[in-house]
């Protein structure tokens, strides 16, 4: 996840493996803003193929890497228990 979100934000200089999990992404973590959120959302529909929601109920999936992941993970389980799935 830190990866993705430094790869497809243009962090440039900013390590993956020195953002913490549950610092926030925006303000005083990360400092994104709401074009970043738009463009990370974007790739984690491409990436997972996971629909990340808008507005403010997006805001606490966005909280932090660690919230982001925790929401992808649980978006992902549903789907791969579907009927007709191989487990």
């Known amino acids: ?10 962090l440039e200089g900013k390590d993956p493996m020195t953002i913490d999990d ?5 303000g005083e973590g990360l400092g994104l803003d709401s ?3 738009l463009q990370l959302a974007m790739s984690i529909e ?21 919230a982001l992941a925790d929401y992808i993970a649980g978006a992902l389980v ?6 007709g799935r191989a487990s």
Not at 78 to 83: D, E, I, K, L, R
């Open 35 to 37: 074009l970043d959120a």
């Open 78 to 83: 549903p789907a791969a228990a579907a009927p």
């Open 22 to 26: 549950e610092s926030p992404l925006f």
């Open 46 to 66: 491409e990436s997972f193929g996971v629909r990340v929601p808008e507005g403010d109920e997006a805001r606490p999936i966005f909280r932090s890497v660690a």
């Open 1 to 10: 996840m830190k990866q993705l979100i430094v790869r497809e934000l243009n």
